[in-house]
T-cell receptor, first 114, second 109 residues
Framework: DGGITQSPKYLFRKEGQNVTLSCEQN?????MYWYRQDPGQGLRLIYY???????QKGDIAEGYSVSREKKESFPLTVTSAQKNPTAFYLC?????????????FGAGSRLTVL | EDKVVQSPLSLVVHEGDTVTLNCSYE??????LLWYKQEKKAPTFLFML??SGIEKKSGRLSSILDKKELFSILNITATQTGDSAIYLC?????????WGAGTKLIIKP
């Protein structure tokens, strides 16, 4: 079945540690996105990538980094510079550019900083 | 600044009731409005609306867009407990999605 796989589903981190969230898709989509979801707020865009080896900052990129070495993969690293990293992180993909089409989402990764 | 506002933020109704969720927007270059349902994890796509006055329908769910008054509604008739979810609205403006905060809908049996 085609879809997006995020891992891990739950992750605990101590302050000062970097963590990497995995996102893999087999939909052959060109564009991939990372969003952060906090209670009572809309989804906020962290980074997006429209093609391999290229990515752009979203609205809240500070303290995060990404790479896009393969079309299928778009991992997100939450660095120790991120002041409030506890959140639910959603990865998504689409077949036509940034925000131009319907997004398909993964099941999310919940990060808790202890 | 582009913004999307959903109301109400939360809603509790009984099974069998009809609900109407609202999404209003102010954006610089409207291209489309999308509705998603998020139960526990991945949001799933419901509708994409681009033209005013044309209802999109899927089973008990329907949605319509008013581009003059800048809003959309999502109707759910004969609600079931499985309709309990967060309903997200997003507007595509200049190829960027602007998201509302969502409406948390709880259906009591």
């Amino acid at each position: 079945d085609g879809g997006i796989t995020q891992s891990p589903k739950y992750l605990f981190r101590k302050e000062g540690q970097n963590v990497t969230l995995s996102c893999e898709q087999n939909l052959n989509h060109d564009a991939m996105y990372w969003y952060r979801q906090d209670p009572g707020q809309g989804l906020r865009l962290i980074y997006y990538s429209q093609i391999v080896n290229d990515f752009q900052k979203g609205d809240i990129a500070e303290g995060y980094s990404v790479s896009r070495e393969k079309k299928e993969s778009f991992p997100l690293t939450v660095t120790s510079a991120q002041k409030n990293p506890t959140a639910f992180y959603l990865c998504a993909s689409s077949s036509q550019g940034s925000g131009a089409n319907v997004l398909t989402f993964g099941a999310g990764s919940r990060l808790t900083v202890l | 600044e582009d913004k999307v506002v959903q109301s109400p933020l939360s809603l509790v109704v009984h099974e069998g009731d009809t609900v109407t969720l609202n999404c209003s927007y102010e954006v610089t270059n409207f291209r489309s409005l999308l509705w998603y349902k998020q139960e526990k994890k991945a949001p799933t796509f419901l509708f994409m609306l681009t033209s005013s006055g044309i209802e999109k329908k899927s089973g008990r769910l329907s949605s319509i867009l008013d581009k003059k008054e800048l809003f959309s509604i999502l109707n759910i008739t004969a609600t079931q407990t499985g309709d309990s979810a967060i309903y997200l609205c997003a507007v595509d403006s200049n190829y960027q999605l602007i998201w509302g905060a969502g409406t948390k809908l709880i259906i009591k049996p």
